[in-house]
Every structure is written in C-alpha cells, then in structure tokens.
C-alpha cells in the first residue's frame, strides 16, 4: 500500500511542479491580465514549484525500497553499475544547470522585470538551466532500477520539454522585442549552433 501512495504522491508532485512551472515562466503574459504584481506572483509559483520538484525527486528516490512490483521492470541485478552511469551523466548535467543558474543571477528563482538579457552559457544556448535539469530526473530513475520510471522520465521530458520552451520564449519574445528574436536566430534552443558562430 505504501508504494502506491508513494508513487501517487511522485505523479501528483511532478504534475504540479511541470504544470505550475509555465506559469512562473510567463510572468509578461501574467502582467497584462494582473499588472506589476504578476512578477511577484510568479516568483512565489516558482518558489512552490521548487518544493514540488523536490518532493518529486525524494518520491522517485522513495521508489527504491517501496517499488510497485508489477512495474519493477529490473534493469541490472547490481546497483554498481547504475550508480556510475549516474554519476556519469550528473556530472556534466550539474555543470550546465549550474552555469545556467550562475549566468541567469537572481531571476532564476525571482523573474524581475529589470533582468536585461544575459551572458555567459546563454550566448551559445537560450536553455541551459533546461538542458542540466531535466534529464537529471533521469538519472535519478536509474537509480530505481526500473525500466518503467526511466521510460516515464524519457517520456515526460521529451512531451513537456517543447511545450515548456515555446512558453518560455513567447513570453520572453513580449519581454524583449526584437532583440530575443535576433538572439533565437543565433542561438539554439538547447544545443549550440555552431554554424552560426
């Protein structure tokens, strides 16, 4: 029983931390409707979000001694190798995400409508925070040792990570004219275009 609240408790966490998170990440689109307090606003959702995304990964992390057996679908008798492939993957993944956040200063966790556009990773990919962050969820499912959790992750990521982008850049598009609309010609979403360089 307590795996399938645990479980429960995963879906409904990862569902409001991905959902509430578009919101926090359209505060020029939330200004027309609510004004200058729409930043505020979006810096609470954003704070909120933190704690879902946190109890996402604690109930995923939680899968390891509650597993739902039906859907233990087992990838390796040992968990040596899953915590390397981890530790793998983390590395570079932590590095972007850090550098995004560092980059990004103060409006990773509080959008303010004085940010100027930045620097630093940014110049090569207008996601970096996204690219570090998200497939982290999994690499954490390999720790679970389940086939099902890592397809889940590969899953939502691939869906939510478009939609979370478009989102994202339509309202920083209303927040900075012209000018992100040159930066998206000369700067990949996710990946560097070196082509361009």
């Known amino acids: ?71 233990h679908w087992k990838i390796a008798d040992s968990y040596v190798p899953l915590i390397i492939i981890t530790i793998i993957l983390m590395i570079p993944l932590t590095l972007i995400m850090t550098k995004g956040i560092k980059d990004a200063g103060s409006e990773t966790l509080m959008p303010s409508k004085e940010t100027e556009m930045y620097g630093g990773i940014y110049e090569y990919i207008r996601h970096p925070q996204t690219l570090g962050e998200f497939p982290m969820f999994v690499a954490f499912a390999l720790l679970t040792n389940t086939w099902f959790l890592v397809i889940l992750n590969i899953i939502v990521i691939l869906i939510y990570t478009p939609i979370m982008v478009y989102f994202e850049e339509k309202d920083l598009t209303l927040r900075f004219g012209d000018k992100y609309r040159e930066y998206q010609k000369r700067t990949g979403a996710l990946f560097p275009k070196f082509w361009n360089k």
Do not use: H
């Open 1 to 71: 029983m307590i795996e399938w609240i645990n479980f429960i408790a995963f879906l409904v966490s990862y569902f409001l931390f991905l959902f509430l998170y578009l919101f926090s990440i359209q505060p020029m689109k939330r200004e027309q409707k609510r004004g200058e307090k729409a930043w505020e606003e979006c810096k609470k959702i954003r704070m909120i979000c933190g704690i879902f995304e946190m109890t996402t990964l604690i109930t995923l992390l939680l899968w390891i001694p509650f597993p739902i057996d039906s859907l």
